[in-house]
Nanobody, 131 residues
Framework: QVQLVESGGGLVQAGDSLRLSCAAS?????????????YGWFRQAAGKEREFVAG????????DYGDSVKGRFTISRDVAKTTVYLDAHNLKPEDTGVYYC???????????????????WGQGTQVTVSS
């Protein structure tokens, strides 16, 4: 059992920055440890399919990003706070969408990137970037 709670979304202007947070908790997180999960961020704009944004491997040594955010977004984690972050800079109107956090126990980055067999998802936080 894993609960993921996103926060930090909001309405910003193009060029602004945001930090999204994803707090992980639950029996499975306590049993295995926060750092035994591969984490990912996804987003979904209105009328579009869900898109992979960023991923962080459970060992913490590998990060992956969607092409549209490379160089602008950074994924990180704080093991002590059991929280995953997404730092988004130079935001663009096309970054608008609902951002979801995902977790997969001992997951591979390929699985996370595909987002198909990932077991745990948060409820999402809305990010709106005005031009």
């Amino acid at each position: 059992q894993v609960q993921l709670v996103e926060s930090g979304g909001g309405l910003v202007q193009a060029g602004d920055s945001l930090r999204l947070s994803c707090a992980a908790s639950g029996r499975t997180v306590s049993q295995y440890g926060f750092d035994r999960f591969t984490y990912g961020w996804f987003r979904q704009a209105a009328g579009k399919e869900r898109e992979f944004v960023a991923g962080l491997s459970w060992r913490g040594e590998y990060r992956d990003y969607g092409d549209s955010v490379k160089g602008r977004f950074t994924i990180s984690r704080d093991v002590a706070k059991t929280t995953v972050y997404l730092d988004a800079h130079n935001l663009k109107p096309e970054d608008t969408g609902v951002y979801y956090c995902a977790a997969d126990l001992f997951g591979s980055m390929d699985i996370m990137r595909a987002g198909i067999h990932v077991n745990y998802w948060g409820q999402g936080t809305q990010v709106t970037v005005s031009s």
